[in-house]
């Protein structure tokens, strides 16, 4: 892999990425609730490097911009969860995943230069888009009322999938950095999500999962979500060493907890834990990969109230 250097316009500030990929154009432009801004992402790597590049996808990110390029995030999901997960999903449109909420949220898209194939995407459900929504994705499987207080500056993020021909690190990266903007330019300070464990092998290994968490890697007591449709841990627990999905590793490792106990999901047929992420407890090598190139210097400097 090879760095790039990541220049926003208008702003002195560069950040350094790491991705396999030749070129990469990022364009965050379309949110519903902030003013454009535009990103534009160099290679920098020696020639060889670029010589050995010359085959592999150029990527672009980038805000959906309208009714269409959402139904393009939507075929993705579809392909991922239903075709290739086997979940149970709403098909008001056949061959899209589709909810109430995709036409309050902003999608990050990564779509191959070449090809212009959508091939990743997060949902982001902003406060403001969790108020028009009428409450948080999250809330369906979760009360949040210990939460409350947090909401005028908690986002949450979602439908997280990548194509599976893409599956090497590269969109992800891609897709965190795309994140970080949009947190940093609006300033958000916690970050919610669910990350799902498979059922396939009848819950065992989700049961072990949670029991195996440390009471570091737990909010404390009042930060828990209760699940609506719990999970029944405790009569699934079989004691095997837990096998943790790489998402879920990612979003421990940047400084996330665990807000509880696992719902269980019969329509995608997982167990998910939500994930709480304040922005204070940003891993640094994250932070400084992900947030910083994006933060004013007074926002960049900024002591942060520790959860």
Partial sequence: MFALLAQPIGHGKIC???????????????????????MHIQSTSPPYMRQMARSRPRLHLSLAKNEDEIREAQRLRYTV???ELGA????????????????HC??????????????????????????SAGSYYAEGEFSLTRLQHLRPRMIEIGRFCIHADYRSGGVMALL????????????????????????????????????????????PAEYRAAPLHPLPFKQLTNGKPAVIPPLLKGYLRAGGRVCGEPAWDTDFNTADLLFLLPMARLNQRYERAFLDPYRSPERLHQSHRML
């Fill in 176 to 219: 965190w950095s795309g994140l970080g903007q949009y947190i940093a330019c609006r300033d958000y300070e916690y970050l919610i999500g669910s990350a799902s464990i498979s059922m396939a092998d009848g819950g065992h290994n989700a049961a072990n999962l949670y029991q195996q968490l440390s009471e570091e890697q737990k909010t």
């Fill in 16 to 38: 350094r990425e790491w991705t396999k990929f030749q070129f990469v154009h990022i364009t965050l432009k379309s949110s519903r609730y902030r003013p454009q801004q535009t």
């Fill in 106 to 131: 902003d999608h990050l898209l990564v779509r191959d230069y070449d090809t212009d194939q959508v091939i990743g995407t997060y949902r982001l459900i902003s406060p403001e888009a969790a108020r």
């Fill in 81 to 83: 969860f239903g075709e």
């Fill in 88 to 103: 149970h999903l709403c098909e008001q449109i056949p061959g899209h995943d589709t909810d109430l909420f995709d036409s």
